[in-house]
């Protein structure tokens, strides 16, 4: 079973680094990248604050955009194309084929994440000892010059975000077509970053007195099923410096059970697809 699971793996990395779109947003990522230095410069405060700030949500975008313009065709494109006849034909399950398009776009999007976080992390060394310098020395050991566990922490629980988003992806794209997959896992994903309001949003409309029963029970219905992505953003720790919350374990573990839940959705949802 591992070994099926890993050649399909395999053979979706392959097909996904052919992609043109693949490099032009790693090229908008870079760019994100270096552009904050120029947003460092012509902000108010602290420069290499925004330069962190600016790094990170670069490399959640990157990570977001390949799993919703690349994940979301994934399935879609071995229908249209009959591959997937060939696939399944062989002693490879439906399961397993949904299993390892999913390992196979996690490694693209970890490649590309994982280069671009390197890419920021030297960018950022090189910029705050810059700054050191200027500062003679007070900057550095005041404001992280060195990298810092809670930016690493920070860099790591962005994959984990997109992991739990890269299962959305797959899971809308062995139901429908590219375009409608795309949109249903971009309202996930905003959904899941502003999910910590909806309650707060739902009170405020009681206390005005505008909640009605269709519209409270859809937004509640929206708050249970999407998943909270915003336990995933430690960008103020890594920006401030700050300690890190001490149930990362259990946020890493609701991340892992969220995104298995939805892959087996996706499995049953293929399983009864007719092509």
């Not at 970890?110 to 030297?122: D, E, N, R």
Request: glycine share 8%; with cysteine; aromatic share 12%.
């Amino acid at each position: 079973m591992i070994g099926r699971v890993w050649a399909v793996a395999l053979n979706t990395f392959r097909e996904a680094v052919r992609d043109r779109i693949l490099y032009l947003l790693l090229v908008v990522g870079i760019g994100a990248v270096a552009f904050s230095k120029f947003l460092g410069e012509i902000s108010v405060g602290d420069h290499l604050h925004v330069i962190v700030n600016t790094g990170l949500t670069a490399v959640s975008l990157l990570g977001v955009m390949i799993s919703v313009f690349v994940g979301t065709g994934l399935i879609y494109k071995e229908i249209d194309k009959r591959t997937v006849y060939t696939i399944l034909s062989k002693p490879v399950r439906r399961g397993e084929f949904i299993f390892g398009k999913y390992l196979g776009l996690l490694l693209t999007i970890a490649v590309c994440t994982g280069l671009l976080s390197i890419g920021f992390l030297v960018y950022y060394r090189a910029v705050a000892g810059v700054a050191d310098d200027r500062a003679t020395g007070l900057l550095y050991w005041m404001h992280g010059g060195r990298i810092t566990v809670p930016l690493l922490a920070a860099l790591v629980f962005i994959f984990v975000e997109i992991c739990v988003v890269t299962a959305v992806a797959v899971m809308f794209s062995s139901a429908s077509t590219p375009i409608l997959s795309a949109v249903l896992t971009s309202i996930i994903f905003t959904a899941g970053r502003m999910s910590t309001w909806i309650p707060e949003y739902i009170r405020e409309l009681a206390r005005r007195g505008e909640s009605g029963e269709v519209k409270s029970f859809f937004l509640q219905i929206l708050y249970y099923i999407t998943p909270n992505l915003s336990i995933m953003d430690l960008r103020d720790e890594a920006v401030n410096i700050g300690a890190l919350p001490g149930d990362l374990a259990w946020r890493l573990l609701y991340a892992v059970s969220y995104s298995v839940v939805v892959l087996l959705v996706a499995t049953l949802v293929f399983r009864r697809r007719r092509f």
